[in-house]
Structure formats: C-alpha cells, structure tokens
C-alpha cells in the first residue's frame, strides 16, 4: 500500500543476496579444500597400491600413513561438518521481521486485479511487459487469489493465461494442467458458462481419466446442459441471452459509479465542452495583491468551472517536498477503520495507501507549507487540520468520497470543533509515469498528477450547505509512485475569509 516502503525492502533484497553469495562462496572454499586433499590422497593412494609393502616398507610413509588416520581424517571430518550458513541464517532471521505477510501477497494480487479492470489491461498484455514478466506459476496464484475472494471473473482470466503459457511450451514445477483445467471449469460454471466448463472438464479428464471430481462434474454439466437446452426450446431464448450468459463478466460490487470512476481514470467520459474549455484560463494570481505575492505572483489554472477547481503552479519547492517525505516515512501507516460490530481497527479498503499526519510545530518547512497555503487561498489554517502525507503503492487508489462531512453524519468532525470542513488544498509531490489522476464522478472531471502543483476546491457552498459536485476519487496507480499531501481547512475561522450567502455558485 506504500511504494517508499516497498523501496525498503528491495535493499533487503539486496542485502540478502549479497549474502548469500557470501554463503555460497564460503561453500565453494570449502569444497574447494576437501577437493584439493581428496585429489592429494588419490595420488598418494595410487602409488601405494602399485606395491603397499614396499611402500610401507619405507618408515616415513609408515609414519606418515599413521599421522593422517589418527589426525588428519578427523581434521577432514570437522571441516566437512562446519556449517558455513550461519552468517547468511542469522541474517535472514533478522531480515525476515520486515518480509511482507500473507496479506501483503494477496494485496499486491488484488491490485493487479484492480489495475486490469480500471485501465483495461488483457492479462496477456500483463504477463509479457516489456519490463517484468508473469511465469505460469504467477498466474495461477493470481487466478488462486481471486479464487478465494469467490471471484471467478478474474479466476477465469488468469487460469486461462496460465493454461495459454503452459500450452505454448513454458514449464512449471509447481502447477500442471489439470490443476489448471479444474480451476478454470469450475469458474466458467460458477458464471454460468456450462458449455465451456464442460469442454475443459473434457479436456481435463483426457489427461487424467481417473481424475475423480471431473468424473463426477462430467455427469453434472451434461445433466444440466440437456436440462438447460430443453428449456431454451420451450422458451425460445434470445441468441443474445445465452451468449451473454456464457460468456460471464465482472460480478456486480458495492459501488454504484465503478464504472464512471474507471472511464475517468482511462481518460474517458470527461465532460468539458470546448465552449466551457475556451472560458478556463491561466494567470498570474496575487490573492488581492497579498504582501508575499506583489512582486512574485503564482501561476494560477483554471482545470474546471463548475464546481472551480484550480491549479497553482511551482508551489513547493523539490527541497521542501523532500523533507516532507523524510518527516512523514518513518511514521507511515495503512488507512484504518473501526469495525462497527468488534470495534476492532481494519485495513480501509476504499483506500489503498500509507498515510502520516505532519504538526506545523515538527518542522519549519511544514509551517511555511501552511503559512502558504493561508496566503494563497485567503483562509485560515489555524483551524485546519494538520498536514496528511499519503504514498500510494501498487495500485494504490481512494474510491469516490467526499471530504466534507454530510447532513446525515452530522457528528463527522464534531470532536475537531472547528466545523465542517471548507476546502480542500491537494498538493501532488511526485509525477506519476501511469495512473493516479483525482477524477471528479459527479461532473465528470479529471486532474492528472503533476509534481509541485497543488489544486484547490470548496466543498461548501457560502451557505454552508456540501457541494455534492467535489465527490472525488485517487485513481489507481498503474505505473509509478505517487505522493501527495492534502489540507483540509474548516470552517472555524473563516466567517469575514470567506462570508455566508445564501448562493449555491
């Protein structure tokens, strides 16, 4: 969920395998000895049995024969026991407190899964890239995880890539065929495909007949196949219905606008005309000729008109942002929520990222990040909350939310007491090379990433009331990392900033 500290452990990495290239040269050392007194002995072994009388006839090879039995047999033994493992053992135990758990694996799995739905990315497109590539046995744990999430839509998918490596030649010591074959008829069957769950159960039992559930699901889907045909020519189904049917597809989830989230994030559905377009512009901004920006104005850009979402251009420096990212790493952790029925905290889903909360008291550049953020909107950060720093990992995203807290979660920020918050400062502190744009579900908007840029939004009206039109969204991260850093100002403070009015623009 954190691309910086994924970084970590590729030094880990590192650091295991240099040593254990140390192990396995103290390896080769070692038999490099007990092959250079093996080889001594051969020889010496050979001239003796040419004549062993004679040759022990001799009293220095007498000796000699004495002093290796009693010693040097025994000196041999000990260095064949020595363990040469313990420097690369040792460190591996304490590398391994830092190794990702099972749930990390399966993380990284689902956000394969996330990126390919979202930027729709066939899986062979996936497992052939140019820079990293998918073996068989990739895969079929990718299909496994999805398996176990109940999940056949995916679980078809990636069972049929590894099917599709296996058949063009690619071997695997740890998956075959069959096991291949019995994955993908069942997920075929659980979508309703029954003429194809019993092709491949065909298949299957063709490279193993004695295989026992295939026997029995043979029976099964042509049972129901006959039953299923009888019933279409009673009812006559429409051609299309039953192709729909077989051919399956993704399984309804609990959001309703997935699939206007994901058009916005391929950069499809936006909705600015080329008339609202001609009125966004570009200026030099002062903020009513504040005092710090007179002389040095910022570069202001308009990005969308309704709701005004604007972009202000090389407002933190590379200096500054990378002290931030220094401040927040150490003190990265996952989005959490409160089980509403154990009480107990979990991983928040519908954010996948580390975040940190960075006090303006910590360091002087988060002061100056905040003093600039008062000066080029106008509002009062005293009442704000702190600074929150997020890295986004694989696939890292927030779904469609909104940051203001609605009428019917009236309590949202009522321990803050500084009321409900105003606006939103989003500051982007690194490029992202795929990915990642803030798309806007409600109007159709997108804001694409871009380093040492910060946009900027109200999410109230000056009635106070939300504007339902910022519900927003962090789309995956398809290639990079992506840090970024958000303020959200509140009300407190702002009554003669920004006064009430009854206007809803």
Not at 43 to 60: I, K, N, R, T, W
Not at 443 to 449: D, E, K, S, T
């Amino acid at each position: 969920s954190s691309c910086c500290q994924m970084t970590d452990l590729l030094f880990t990495e590192k650091d295991l395998v240099t040593s254990l290239k140390d192990y396995i040269q103290a390896e080769e050392n070692k038999l490099e000895q007990i092959k250079k007194w093996a080889d001594r002995l051969d020889v010496l072994s050979a001239a003796a049995m040419q004549d062993p009388e004679g040759f022990l006839g001799h009293p220095v090879n007498a000796f000699k024969l004495m002093k290796r039995l009693n010693t040097e047999w025994a000196e041999l033994e000990n260095l064949v026991l020595k363990d040469m493992s313990d420097g690369f053992i040792s460190n591996l135990t304490i590398q391994r407190q830092f190794f990702p758990n099972d749930e990390d694996q399966t993380g990284a799995a689902k956000a394969l899964l996330r990126l390919q739905d979202t930027y729709q990315l066939d899986t062979n497109t996936i497992s052939t890239g140019d820079l990293s590539v998918l073996t068989v046995d990739d895969c079929y744990d990718l299909g496994r995880v999805a398996y176990s999430e109940a999940d056949y839509y995916h679980t078809e998918l990636w069972m049929a890539q590894a099917l599709r490596q296996l058949d063009q030649g690619e071997t695997s010591s740890a998956v075959d065929d069959v096991t291949v074959l019995d994955y993908l008829s069942y997920s075929v069957y659980q979508q309703g495909a029954l003429e194809r769950a019993l092709e491949f159960t065909k298949r299957l039992l063709q490279l193993d007949p004695a295989h026992q559930r295939a026997n029995g699901n043979l029976k099964y889907f042509e049972y129901q196949l006959a039953k299923q045909r009888k019933v279409e020519v009673n009812k006559r189904e429409e051609p299309e219905s039953r192709q729909k049917r077989e051919m399956g597809g993704r399984s309804n989830d609990y959001l309703p606008e997935r699939k206007k989230y994901e058009q916005l994030c391929r950069g499809e559905g936006i909705k600015m005309t080329p008339r609202r377009q001609s009125r966004l512009f570009c200026r030099y901004y002062d903020n009513n000729r504040h005092p710090r920006y007179v002389i040095g104005p910022v570069k202001q850009e308009d990005e969308w008109d309704r709701p005004l979402i604007v972009r202000f251009h090389s407002i933190v420096s590379d200096k500054e942002m990378d002290k931030v990212k220094e401040l927040a790493k150490p003190r990265l952790h996952r989005a959490t929520i409160s089980n509403p029925i154990t009480g107990v905290l979990e991983t928040a889903h519908y954010r996948i990222s580390k975040s940190a909360w960075l006090g303006a008291y910590e360091h002087p550049v988060v002061d100056q990040i905040n003093q600039r953020i008062e000066d080029i909107t106008g509002l009062d950060v005293s009442t704000a909350e702190d600074l929150q720093v997020a890295n986004y990992g694989v696939g890292g995203q927030y779904e469609p939310h909104f940051d203001f807290g609605r009428k019917d979660e009236p309590d949202a920020f009522e321990e803050l007491g500084t009321g409900n918050r105003i606006a939103t400062w989003l500051l982007y502190m690194s490029d992202v090379q795929a990915g990642g744009a803030t798309v806007f579900t409600d109007v159709g908007a997108a804001v694409l990433p871009k380093k040492g840029t910060a946009v900027f939004w109200y999410n109230l009206f000056p009635s106070g009331e939300g504007d339902y039109r910022t519900r927003h969204a962090a789309c995956p991260v398809l290639v990079g990392n992506k840090w970024v850093s958000n303020k959200w100002i509140h009300e407190r403070g702002q009554e003669f900033r920004r006064r009430c009015g009854l206007m809803l623009e």
